[in-house]
């Protein structure tokens, strides 16, 4: 075994393997995946909505077994939890999407592949021996667009995800300091002074390079900086790694889209709405033809001070009366109690999206593997002490595993790792 496969065995929460995470892969990198929009207030108020709601215990109570099966939009999971599309995971490891997916289908889950990834859809629906699901961005256009479902459908992708809160980029100051889109360029057709100025920027890199060489070494070993291989123009070239804000802005979604897209993917596979922060988008979506719906601030990475997730679903739930959809929701979830408290909401899944860049980068298949068992036994141990056995049992109880706080201030909650 490896230093490292031993680093992660020892690894007891997903904060463990964030901070392995962080070692291995250089900041200007892992500043991406950290990072959230404006001054943090929603990403930050993502993990603490979690860090402030209580369970109750009932006591007494001895299971042989638990069911944490779920079922979403016809799909039957093994684990109420799906790996949320995450853009870019290559650059934390090699082949880092399918990766994921191949762990997600060793957990009976899926993994949702995003339209901004570096790995071809082909070889990630390949590498799991479960279904995979396609997040959607409209960039390079309809046409492109259209490509991209066909390729999906005929990879074998089994729902398509459209995320619906990226009319433009949120801003991410910290990595937009770092110049990140300056410094990873090519020599290649600069000018002599130019040429000098991107070595002496890459050059400048070396501190933060030197001390984690293995990173390096699996980046180049992988192909050197990726490209977003699932964005084909009309003549089947990739989209050249570029700045994901311009791109994001020239692709924005409306609703009127969702026609042609729900058209394009067909009745036979559901189409799940993904970025909602309101009961009055959620049912325009079902209006739609959608059959899911995610709750999601894109893990506080677009508006700032867009409440926490949580927030909008114990908010927006209950106004949903009478409706068809299946409900996920992400953003903040970073362990298994979290995952409770989600699902006591009536929510059928929720999605990992830091996790899952904390297990990918950290250590590949080592390090995800380990960041679902630890999600895993986490959820063991609290289904256990509050005394639920199954996932329908916690949807039926609801409100009653939940407890109000009467602690006033922050003060007996944790730092937040991640
Ligand atoms: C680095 C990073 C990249 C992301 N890329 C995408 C993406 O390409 N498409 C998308 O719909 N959501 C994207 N998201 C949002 C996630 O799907 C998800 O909403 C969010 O990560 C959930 O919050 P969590 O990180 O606290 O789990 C991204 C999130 C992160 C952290």
Known sequence: MSQRDKQISECLTTADL????????????????????DEETT?????????????????????????????VVGHSFDVPWYIAPVGS?????????AIASQVAGEFGTVMTLSTLSGTPMESVAEASEGDCWFQLYLCGGRETALRGIERAKKSGFTALVLTIDTGVSGLRALHAKMKPMQVTG??????????????????????????????????????????????????GQPMPYADIGVQLAASAVTWDDLKWIKEAWGDDKPLIVKGVHCAYDARKAEEMGASGVIWSNHGGRQQDRVPPTLHIVSQEMPLMGDTQLDFMMDGGVRNGTDVLIALSYGIKAVGIGRV???GIGAGGHVGLTRAFEIMKSDLDRAMRIVGVQSVTEIHDQGADIRRESQLHGDGHLPAIVF
Not at 50 to 65: E, H, P, R
Request: hydrophobic share 45%; glycine share 10%; charged share 20%.
């Open 18 to 37: 964030w901070e392995l995470m962080m070692q291995r892969v250089p900041p200007i990198v892992s500043e991406y995946f950290r990072g959230g929009a």
């Open 186 to 235: 090519p020599f290649r057709g600069l000018g002599l002074g130019e040429m000098l100025k991107l070595a002496f920027r890459k050059l400048m890199l070396a501190p933060q390079m030197l001390p984690r060489l293995s990173w390096v070494m699996d980046h180049f070993r992988d192909g050197g900086l990726m490209q977003f291989v699932n964005i084909l123009d009309e003549n």
């Open 89 to 97: 995971l290559r650059a934390l490891y090699p082949m880092g999407d």
């Open 356 to 358: 899952t860049a904390a």
């Open 43 to 71: 990403l930050r108020g993502n993990v603490r909505a979690f860090q402030q709601s209580m369970t109750t215990a009932y006591g007494a109570l001895s299971f042989s077994s638990l069911d944490i099966s779920t079922e």
